[in-house]
């Protein structure tokens, strides 16, 4: 049996780029496979240092995960900081992660642009820790969304190091995964690069937005002033709007507006409104969930302390492993 994990930073709601990317395969694994699911706490830190609100962005996050469809008796779900072996593990592979590889990664040099005032040492080991969380449990497969390609690549290599220098086959080499073969990025809808919770208003589209907020986003998003030849190349927020069509509209529905389109006759507003209605009726069965699930705190205390108990074995096991391979000894 496959070993499949996948993890979320609590730095936001879950929106639909999370979705898409990341949790929809990971909910299709579960039925399948040893799954884990975790929430990245300690990740959240190199970015949110100073957290108003930890425990409770925590406690969303799993209840938007359930409503989701990830299903605590198929999959264990947890909190990272509830597995501290795993910033051992993170120990152990920085000593073998390399200052030249780490600067290289596109993420940090991004952070750095976005948060010159601190450039910490957990944002450049970034890669160390998401490595560990994903070796502590000699996972196989990654979903994840097209953004965390080159941090699995990172993990491979830090994989193949730590098995080559120990001359142990010992950790697998994982893979980013989807279904569809290819890694996907969902836009956002100010017509520029992918949806993400930073991106700033208007850009993304929560699970637990209501429908009058979602369609005064949608019907905001960016466009152009139309086509005016046949089959006109579209621009990026066009291409955005139609990229979200096919994710949540039926094939049918993107055909027509792709003739309307290349036949300079399509209405952005109607596309508008289809999107939005076609968004809602996604999103509004798991925001009814989200709003149950969230108002019963016992049952998410009860998830997450059984999910620590399950990652706990699992992991305590892998660094009790390493350690006996790398040498330790206990007295
Ligand atoms: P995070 O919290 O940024 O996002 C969680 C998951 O959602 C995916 N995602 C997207 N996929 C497609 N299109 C988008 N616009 C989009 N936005 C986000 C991400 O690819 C991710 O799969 N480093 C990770 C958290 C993490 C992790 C791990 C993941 C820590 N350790 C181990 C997997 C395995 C992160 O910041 O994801």
């Known amino acids: ?24 395969n990971f909910v299709r694994m579960q039925e399948q496979n040893q799954c884990f699911f975790f929430i990245a706490d300690y990740h959240s830190l190199t970015t949110h240092p100073k957290p108003t609100d930890l425990h409770g962005n925590v406690k969303q996050v799993l209840a938007e995960y359930l409503a989701a469809g990830l299903d605590p008796e198929k999959s264990t779900l947890y909190v990272q900081s509830d597995l501290p072996e795993v910033a051992e593990l993170y120990l152990i592979l920085n000593m073998n992660a390399y200052v030249g590889e780490l600067e290289r990664v596109t993420t940090f040099k991004e952070k750095v642009r976005k948060q010159p005032d601190n450039v910490n040492a957990g944002l450049l080991t970034y890669p160390s820790l998401m490595a ?23 993990t491979r290599t830090f994989a193949r190091r730590f098995n080559r220098m120990y001359q142990e086959d010992f950790f697998p080499i994982p893979q980013a995964y989807n279904f569809g073969a290819e890694l996907v990025k969902i836009p956002g809808l ?102 149950e699930i969230s108002s ?36």
Do not use: W
């Open 1 to 24: 049996m496959e070993i499949v994990l996948s993890g979320i930073r609590p730095t936001g709601n879950l929106h639909l780029g999370n979705y898409f990317g990341a949790v929809r």
């Open 132 to 154: 560990a969380d994903i070796l502590i449990h000699k996972a196989h497969k990654v979903p994840v969304g097209k953004d965390q390609e080159q941090h699995l690549e990172m």
């Open 190 to 291: 100010d017509g520029s690069g992918k949806m993400g919770k930073s991106e700033g208003e208007g850009n993304a589209i929560f699970l637990i937005d209501d429908p009058k907020t979602i369609r005064k986003k949608v019907m905001r998003a960016v466009t152009d002033t139309g086509p005016t030849q046949m089959n006109q190349p579209k621009t990026d927020g066009v291409e955005n709007l139609f990229t979200l069509l096919k994710v949540v509209s039926t094939p049918d529905v993107v055909e027509h507006f792709e003739v309307q389109y290349n036949n300079c006759i399509i209405r952005y507003g109607d596309l508008k409104k289809q999107l939005a209605e076609d968004i809602i009726a996604f999103t509004e069965p798991i925001r009814q969930r989200i709003l």
């Open 296 to 331: 019963d705190d016992n049952y998410i205390s009860r998830v997450a302390r059984m999910g620590a108990e399950k990652a706990r074995e699992s992991g305590a096991a892998t660094v009790r492993e390493v350690r006996e391979i790398i040498g330790f000894r206990h007295f």
